[in-house]
């Protein structure tokens, strides 16, 4: 077996509402979805959403690396053969992890198709607990954010996540009205997504939040420079979690020599795919740092995967692959008990893709062969 062409769909996947962080609101997400085509006939299906803050990516980097270095090193590659299309991609151009993930993604599902087996049996099958996902709140007025909060409980969500990173008082007061609003056993957790800057400020805010007990903050300072890490955790009783200073192994090694977090946020997208990120978990676990998938809100292809992965490795503790509920139109029919995915044990990513979808909602397709 191996790939004979690869179609480029560039999307926009319309949300229900704006999706607010620290650096910037999202009215659609860009995206790419790829179609990888066998000699077989089997095909896979793989996506990519990059994020210049995030992956250093954008779409038109992400299809200007997979038509011209990435698509090109693995045409004729059997795609059964993940390390071999890993090694022939990172010969080909070093990082670009969302641009990596897309043909990542896209090769188990055909590995998955071809075997019969869905993606999280083929990584040694699934925990006993399924992944659940938490609400995740945008940064919105403190009020509204409790009313969010209290309509998610009554849905059915039993975990909270807050976007925060804007206002370092205005942050405290969203937290503090939330937790009043739900109570004190709701876990909570928080992301400043890079937005409190300094070590000083950041030391005050989470000072600040230690009564509303969170379950951790996750990238609260800038990620050019790990050693902040360390000097705020000397500094406060709040666990700590690494994400958009978390890419490679390299980051890991870093971390686990100075002790500086507490857990690592891995996303396909960063890491560059399935592959690259059991890997991560893999080596976190080895030194006790429990693992959270995350997602840059991905569409059914690559929120399927998220979950194949988080579903299959003990050390991953926690998910936050929310994106198909915040879609209007999506890729895939992935869906969700809430707080749980019904994660399907078809072969490959399992879930059904929507062709008709994706070209209603595609700008551009190319096709490189």
Known sequence: MHITKVEIHTIDLPLHEPFIVSYTSYDSMP?????VHTNTGVIGYGESVPDEHVTGESVASVHAALKHQLIPAVLGQNPMNIQQIHEKMDDA???????????????????????????????????EQPPTIPIVLSILEPEVLAKQAID??????????MKLG????????????????????????????QGWKTVPIARQVMRDLEPYRLSWVEQPLPKGDHSFFKRLKEQTSIPLMADESLVESQDLRTFLLDGSVDFINIKLMKSGGIYPAYKLATQAELFGIKCQIGSMVESSIASSAGFHLAAAHRNIIATEISGPTRFSTDTGNLSYTIPYVNL???????????????ERICSHIEVVS
């Open 93 to 127: 151009l070093v990082l670009n992890g969302a641009a990596k993930a897309a043909i990542d993604i896209a090769c188990y599902d055909i590995i998955g198709k071809v075997s019969g087996l869905s993606i999280h049996t083929l990584l040694g099958g699934k925990q």
């Open 31 to 35: 995206a790419i979805v790829l179609k």
């Open 152 to 161: 998610a409980m009554q849905a059915g969500y039993k975990e909270i996540k």
């Open 344 to 358: 399907p044990d078809a072969p490959g990513l399992g879930i059904t893709v929507d062709d008709e979808a994706i």
């Open 166 to 193: 804007t206002d370092p008082l205005k942050d405290v007061e969203r937290v503090r009205t939330v937790r009043k609003a739900v109570g004190p056993h709701i876990p909570i957790k928080v992301d400043a997504n």
